[in-house]
């Protein structure tokens, strides 16, 4: 009955709306456990992680990243080639439906440029564009940079 109701309600959506993008459901995307490594003593370079879970029925992709903390936000892959640890940039990263992908040191991860942080400050919004999603804003914890990874 619940699930006939729902899907009603997605066609009705799908029907109302001009666009024939797919229409995820509210809670499509969560991203959990985000945080950014507070930038070493005179650096403006810094990297983040979290969990995203694509609850949603539709795939989808992660496009964008952006933070007012930071002039610019990417997402990278470390990778190891023959031995050594390289780092691609992704313009995006694909996220299918019911997919988790966990952005941690040594695979996805985010880069954070031009990092300014008020003294004291333990928390910043970081927004996620998606290919269908709408954005979605988290509020990242900023860590101490004494767990820092030697990334950079
Ligand atoms: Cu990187």
Redesign the pocket.
């Known amino acids: 009955m619940k699930l006939k109701l729902l899907s009603a309600l997605f066609i009705a959506a799908s029907l109302a709306a001009c666009d024939p993008a797919p229409t995820p459901s509210e809670m499509g995307l969560v991203i959990s456990d985000a945080r950014i490594q507070a930038p070493l003593l005179g650096k403006s370079i810094t990297?983040g992680y979290f969990d995203i879970t694509n609850h949603s029925n539709v795939d989808d992709a992660i496009i964008g990243i952006e933070s007012p903390i930071a002039e610019r936000v990417?997402m990278?892959l470390?990778e190891d080639v023959n031995g050594i640890m390289k780092?691609r940039?992704q313009v995006a990263i694909d996220l299918k439906a019911g997919e988790t992908i966990t952005f941690k040191p040594g695979g996805y991860?985010?880069?954070l440029f031009g990092v300014g942080l008020d003294k004291d400050q333990n928390d910043a919004a970081v927004t996620f564009k998606f290919k269908h999603a709408p954005d979605v804003t988290i509020i990242a914890e900023i860590a101490e940079s004494a767990l820092h990874t030697g990334?950079?």
Do not use: K, Y
């Open positions: 990297s990417e990278h470390s780092m940039r991860h985010l880069m990334h950079h």
